[in-house]
């Protein structure tokens, strides 16, 4: 057990209050951190387990304890890492005081395993993956976790600059996310942020998106899809999602995307169809905010009307 790792697991046995999150990360055959270990800190404490005995009993610590709120998992290094994390989440598991779990720069996908803790652990409400390169395998395993959760509270699903682009499998994450009450009683339709800035859903992704816009049981408030080669025939899907939508307050999309007056106008007709007092009376009233650089977005709209 090296320098770093053996005081945060001391704490940890200890139930030391004061440490609330944790990251754990593995470490290179040579013995580096696995991440960049002095230029990447974002956690209060680290633990770089050493084989599958360090990896499992990390878990096992973590899993007992009953203070951490954050684990952070960071990606990188050598060895039988998905084995080792299977041995790491079956300790893991048992703890119900982690709110958030994050990866950052994992290229394998552990996301089954994690399944046991989405639907044991009432305070987690918070996923994140970070700088993971997913690509449609990574998604479709997310997919699959998802869908073969009985009953999860995430409210908040960040998948940022993952590598993610259209086509089926992020269709599939789509309809994982996309909760039918009537269908699926066991489930709670909890998730009101969802984060996929940095990926290429492009015009297909947004099609796809619209189904969940469109559905009266989603609780989505938030949709951030910013740097997404999203162009205008992507925003047109959008706004179609949105004419009955009642609930999303803010669609950050303004950045790193190529819309158009094109597309500004097709958002424009949904947030305030001037056509009829009727159609006006029904446009869409709850979108709050386009993005980061929201005037320019109502300037677009504005043209577009």
């Known amino acids: 057990m090296n320098q770093i790792t053996a005081p945060t697991l001391r704490r940890l046995m200890e139930d030391d209050e004061s440490l609330e ?7 290179y055959e040579g013995g580096d951190p696995g991440m960049d270990y002095y230029n990447f800190r974002p956690a209060v404490a680290d633990i ?58 994992w290229e ?3 996301f089954r395993i994690m399944v046991p803790l ?16 997913m690509r449609k395998n990574g998604v479709r ?15 908040r699903i960040s998948i940022c600059n993952c590598s993610i682009e259209d086509g089926e499998p992020f269709n599939d994450l789509v309809t994982a996310l996309n909760v039918n009450s009537a269908e699926q009683p066991c489930q709670n339709p909890t998730l009101s942020t969802l984060d996929l800035q940095g990926n290429k859903i492009g015009r297909n992704g947004c099609a796809a998106l619209a189904s969940l816009l469109s559905n009266p049981d989603s609780e989505l408030k938030v949709l951030c899809l910013k740097h997404n080669n999203i162009e205008d025939i992507g925003v047109a899907s959008l706004a179609d999602g949105l004419a009955k939508n009642d609930k999303l307050e803010c669609l950050d999309i303004v950045q790193g995307n ?21 159609h006006t009376f029904s446009s869409n009233h709850n979108l709050q905010s386009l993005g980061r650089a929201t005037h320019e977005g109502k300037n677009r709209v504005a043209e577009g009307s």
Do not use: M, Y
């Not at 999150?21 to 470490?27: A, G, K, L, N």
């Not at 395993?141 to 409210?155: I, K, P, Q």
């Not at 819309?259 to 097709?266: K, P, R, S």
């Not at 947030?271 to 007092?277: E, F, G, M, W």
């Open 48 to 105: 770089f387990p050493r084989g599958s005995a360090g990896w499992k009993n990390a878990g096992e610590i973590i899993g007992n304890n009953s203070s951490l709120h954050k684990l952070v998992i960071g990606g990188a290094g050598d060895g039988d890492l998905l084995n080792n994390l299977k041995l790491f989440f079956n300790g893991v598991k048992r703890n119900n005081t982690i709110e958030c779990l994050r990866f950052i720069g």
């Open 108 to 110: 394998v996908f552990p």
């Open 118 to 133: 989405l639907q044991n652990n009432c305070n987690l409400t918070v996923l994140s993956l970070f700088e993971c390169r």
């Open 258 to 278: 190529s819309i158009t007056n094109q597309g500004w106008a097709a958002l424009s007709r949904i947030l305030c169809n001037t056509t009829t007092i009727n």
């Open 141 to 155: 395993l997310l997919a699959s976790a998802l869908s073969s959760c009985t009953c999860h509270r995430l409210e």
């Open 21 to 27: 999150e944790v990251c754990v990360s593995p470490i």
